[in-house]
């Protein structure tokens, strides 16, 4: 199948999902979700749909499961919306992406925080050499003349 028909469908599955978590799915236990991205099986059989939940990882799993258990109505607002011949079945999955990059932006702050100010900033404060400041305006005004 066409990758740009897979890309269609997957992002069609993502509005649906999230605009049915949001507004129509009533289970308590669903709450503070957000859908990341889906991606289909080249057959349109299956589809994972990726969450990031925010919370405790109990508070995650219980979300997860809620969501599982609402699969089968997300299923019927996408059969309505796709019309194809098959409603890929949908497989909720917990994303981490949004976890990991959370984690790096701390580690990297707390690097920051502990080290040294870099080399490069070092270097900056102190400006150019005067004779690399006229080299360069020479070799700049040679290339208008010639160039």
């Given at each position: ?11 069609a599955?993502r ?15 669903v ?11 080249g ?8 969450v ?16 599982r ?14 019309q ?30 502990q ?16 004779d ?16």
């Amino acid at each position: 199948m066409k990758m740009h028909r897979l890309a269609r469908v997957a992002e069609a599955i993502r509005e649906v999902a999230s605009e049915t978590i949001l507004y129509e799915v009533r289970d308590p236990r669903v709450k503070l979700v957000t859908v990341t991205r889906a991606e289909v099986s080249g057959d349109l059989q299956h589809a994972k749909v990726y969450v990031s939940i925010m919370g405790t990882e109990k508070e995650q799993q219980l979300t997860l499961r809620g969501l599982r258990h609402a699969a089968g109505f997300i299923q019927s607002k996408l059969a309505r919306r796709l019309q194809t011949r098959f409603t890929p079945v949908l497989h909720f999955v917990l994303d981490q992406g949004v976890k990991h990059s959370i984690e790096m932006t701390r580690l990297i702050n707390e690097a920051l925080a502990q080290g040294k100010p870099p080399p490069a900033a070092a270097d900056e404060t102190e400006g150019p050499a005067p004779d690399d400041a006229e080299g360069a305006a020479d070799g700049d005004a040679a290339e208008a003349e010639g160039g």
